[in-house]
C-alpha cells in the first residue's frame, strides 16, 4: 500500500518516533512524504521514503495531487491544531480529498496508530478493490 506522511514542525519528532516504533510495518509498504519529514524518517527510522518538496515549498500538493488521483492508500498528517499554519488550506485540501476518495486519514497519533495496526492485520485490503 502507498502511505502518505506528513507532519508540521512541532509533530516531526513525534513522526519520527511513530516511525520507528512502526518500522516493520511501514517497511512493507511505499511511502512518500513532504520534503523535511521524510528526510526525517529516512534518518530517524531508515525506511526508504519518495520525498516530495518541503510542504512550505510546494510538497502538500504534490502529496494532494496523489492523492486526487487515488494513488494514496492511506495518510498520516501530524498536524498541531493549536498552531495557526501559514498554509492553512493546503491542510484543509488534503483532509477534504481524502474524505472525497475514501482515504483514511489520521491526523493525530491515536487515529495514526489504530490505522497502521488496522493495515498490519489486513483490514485495508478494501483499497485495492476500491480503486
Not at 521524510?38 to 504534490?62: D, F, P
Amino acid at each position: 500500500m502507498k502511505i502518505g506522511l506528513i507532519a508540521h514542525n512541532s509533530k516531526k519528532k513525534l513522526m519520527q518516533n511513530f516511525c520507528i516504533a512502526y518500522r516493520g510495518i511501514l517497511a512493507k509498504n511505499e511511502l512518500f512524504a513532504t520534503g523535511t519529514t521524510g528526510r526525517l524518517i529516512e534518518e530517524a527510522a531508515n525506511l526508504t521514503v519518495h520525498k516530495y518538496l518541503a510542504g512550505h515549498l510546494g510538497g502538500e500538493q504534490q502529496l494532494g495531487a496523489q492523492i486526487e488521483h487515488n494513488d494514496i492508500d492511506l495518510v498520516i498528517f501530524l498536524r498541531d491544531p493549536l498552531t495557526a499554519a501559514p498554509r492553512e488550506p493546503d491542510i484543509h485540501a488534503i483532509v477534504q480529498l481524502c474524505d472525497s476518495r475514501n482515504i483514511p486519514i489520521a491526523t493525530n497519533l491515536a487515529t495514526a496508530e489504530l490505522l497502521i495496526k488496522a493495515l498490519d492485520r489486513g483490514d485495508l485490503a478494501w483499497r485495492e478493490l476500491y480503486k
